[in-house]
């Protein structure tokens, strides 16, 4: 499923896909400034949550980064990748990222072989994964757990359903949850199948 076109104006997204266009009205997280000792001292700015966004389809990964930097605005910093080969390169050579929103539908490695290696990494052990995904399958459901998913979510057929599930994702992985220092992730990566 994908979304053809999506227009925004402030505060808002919108969407069409030969539906009736909807219209969702995206909540702002971002904090109020902390004052200090002075009534206008306010705290520096947090680093920029770093986001890895893994989805093949050009116009999610537009909505879905959108939806983020509506949101969060300079404290997200989303990093898009069209397969999990490149988003691996990366997860390897840089920093951590904060959060991985991932398919599993992808080119090349499937999601579930990119979460796997996610898993087997040190860096990455620890990130929150987020499979977003257009399959209802319960194998699949159940193979996101058993290679370490932090949560599972489906894409609907209906794009304001779709913009709802996706609109909520943010708030609690980034700002609500919070993984404790040296804390494993809950399920331990599965071995790669022999080659045969």
């Known amino acids: ?63 879905i980064r959108r939806l983020l930097e509506s949101a969060f605005g300079q404290e ?43 898993r087997a990494h040190e860096t990455t052990r620890k990130v929150p994964v987020i499979i977003v995904t257009s399959s209802q399958e319960e194998r699949d459901v159940q193979r996101a757990y058993e290679y370490g998913a932090n949560s599972f979510v489906s894409k609907s057929d209906s794009p304001e359903k779709t913009l709802q599930r996706l609109r909520l994702l943010p708030v609690y992985w980034l700002e609500l949850n919070r993984l404790p220092e040296g804390s494993e992730t809950p399920a331990k990566p599965p071995e790669a199948p022999a080659s045969s």
């Not at 919108?14 to 904090?31: P, Q």
């Not at 539908?105 to 979460?115: A, Q, R, S």
């Open 1 to 63: 499923m994908g979304l053809s076109s999506v227009e925004d104006s402030p505060g808002e997204l919108s969407n069409s896909r030969g539906y009736r266009s909807c219209s969702l009205r995206v909540f702002s997280t971002r904090r109020a400034s902390v004052h200090g000792e002075g009534p206008h001292a306010s705290a520096a700015p947090e680093r920029a949550r770093r986001v890895l966004l893994i989805e093949d389809d050009g116009s999610y990964r537009w909505v």
């Open 76 to 118: 997200v910093s989303v990093e898009e990748f069209a397969n999990g080969e490149a988003a691996l390169e990366r997860a390897a050579s840089g920093p951590p990222p904060d959060l991985v929103l991932l398919d599993i539908n992808l080119p090349g490695l499937d999601g579930f072989e990119v979460l796997r290696r996610l």
